[in-house]
T-cell receptor, first 116, second 112 residues
Framework: AQKITQTQPGMFVQEKEAVTLDCTYDTSDPSYGLFWYKQPSSGEMIFLIYQGSYDQQNATEGRYSLNFQKARKSANLVISASQLGDSAMYFCAMREGPHNTDKLIFGTGTRLQVFP | SQTIHQWPATLVQPVGSPLSLECTVEGTSNPNLYWYRQAAGRGLQLLFYSVGIGQISSEVPQNLSASRPQDRQFILSSKKLLLSDSGFYLC???????????FGPGTRLTVL
């Protein structure tokens, strides 16, 4: 079974609008971390936001917020006030366990295109 | 602040030739280091990780190998490249209170 599932291969959003990118995960480990990365056409993976499994509040970083629904095992990324520069691939990733040597498992990504 | 470098940025190599990709991290000590590969249009696959000098863990059996000769240097190698080794190779290090992995700019490898 897929550990990280991103069901939207592509999304379109108009500039200045909000967009939600979906991510569901599967783990039996009570301690885990969820990450979102942005990959523009240059290829570099840019860290956006982190949510720990024990965090009580949804993570926020500027225009990025993570809609964490633990019971549903979902960790959707919300981008508010989209900008043209937000056009990129977005990857959801999970680290199982509390240790920093635990590997990240990535989803297949969602390509976001922001149009004027 | 910490920075991570990779070189070369792009590489075109014939099948059967050797490979050496280098990754270095600045501004931190004793980082955990990772090598990932991304095939075209796909997510990332972890290849190797290292928790210290000379300590390498392999995640996927393949004709690649990794070495960590210095604290902040991580090298990905192959004696003979295959066509299937083509892809985008990313190095990462772990940092911060949440052990977030931060990635380098990547090396795009094409094996012909």
């Amino acid at each position: 079974a897929q550990k990280i599932t991103q069901t939207q291969p592509g999304m379109f959003v108009q500039e200045k609008e909000a967009v939600t990118l979906d991510c569901t995960y599967d783990t039996s480990d009570p301690s885990y971390g969820l990450f979102w990365y942005k990959q523009p056409s240059s290829g570099e993976m840019i860290f956006l936001i982190y949510q720990g499994s024990y965090d009580q509040q949804n993570a926020t970083e500027g225009r990025y917020s993570l809609n964490f629904q633990k019971a549903r095992k979902s960790a959707n990324l919300v981008i508010s006030a989209s900008q043209l520069g937000d056009s990129a691939m977005y990857f959801c990733a999970m680290r199982e366990g509390p240790h920093n040597t635990d590997k990240l498992i990535f989803g297949t990504g969602t390509r976001l295109q922001v149009f004027p | 602040s910490q920075t991570i470098h990779q070189w070369p940025a792009t590489l075109v190599q014939p099948v059967g030739s050797p490979l050496s990709l280098e990754c270095t991290v600045e501004g931190t000590s004793n980082p955990n280091l990772y090598w990932y590969r991304q095939a075209a249009g796909r997510g990332l696959q972890l290849l190797f990780y290292s928790v210290g000098i000379g300590q390498i863990s392999s995640e996927v059996p393949q004709n690649l190998s990794a070495s960590r000769p210095q604290d902040r240097q991580f090298i990905l190698s192959s004696k003979k490249l295959l066509l299937s080794d083509s892809g985008f190779y990313l190095c990462a290090w772990t940092g911060g209170s949440t052990d977030t992995q931060y990635f380098g700019p990547g090396t795009r490898l094409t094996v012909l």
